[in-house]
């Protein structure tokens, strides 16, 4: 059994651990394994290379991926799925797991729709917007730094007395918002799944800076229909006397080590499709509910819609 492994789109921090759980559970199961440079780019361009466990040593700690990534525009098509598909047939691959988000899971599963190859998706995203897993991997280790940031940011809004809007990534997802704002205890969080009235976030701000508070931190997600420079000159020209910073917190929250909760998240998964290779399903995403390692097909994982935390909202109404 031959397996083909690939990580593809935004890299997340424990997709290494990802990597080696693929490689260290294949071998453990007599497979053979294939790492794929660059994502379905290097798929498409053949590039290949056999991986043994001294290939996957020193790197559950590093963030990144060893394999490298990329978004190729080429595979969105049938002509770039059909050529990558004949690299598969070539090199006599059995299985192929891709590690990434939405895009590199629908890739995967036009692939096998289109094929007929049996293809596996491992949730690797910053994100946390696929709706068949409770978390994805990265996620935990985003929401931290995003929270060492905020703490970083909190001191200095707070001795110059300023409101600073400190914008997260997540494309149309919140919950990197949600998460870091309710553990960081910022004033207001803005997510694109749910609307924002702009009065009533100058009245909070406002009804703080009445009581003697020195500083305000919202967070907003970089969803939301609003950019954070016109938030900030919105909120200087109605609250008299503010001074409203802007902080883009960019790829920072992409990169780093990754915490215990995604090291162990990618290697639960990563076990877990390879056994499904071995049982002989045809095509699964791997992810985790509650605390349960769960799969299903991928065209029923990528058709769930995500229920956005709505639980973590809830509380963070009632707090912030
Ligand atoms: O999907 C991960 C992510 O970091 C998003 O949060 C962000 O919008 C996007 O990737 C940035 O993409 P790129 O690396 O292509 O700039």
Redesign the pocket.
Known sequence: MRIGLLTS??DAPGMNACIRAVVRGGLYYGMEIFGIRQGYEGLINGDFVQMGTASVADIIHRGGTILQTA?SAAFMTDEGIKRGYEQLQKHKIDALVVIG?DGTLTGGERLHSLTGMRVFGLPG???NDLAYTDFTIGFDTSVNTVLSAIGNIRDTSSSHGRTTIVEV???QCGDIALHAGLAGGAETILIPEKSYDLDDIVKKLQAGRDRGKRHSIIIKA?GVDISSEKLAETLTERMEGAEVKVVILGYIQ?GGSPTARDRILASRTGVRCVELIKEGVSNAAVGIKGDTVVDYPLAVALAMEKDSHLEYQRICDILL
Do not use: N, Q
């Open positions: 789109g935004g978004r988000g995203t910053i994100d990534m997540g494309r970089e992409r």
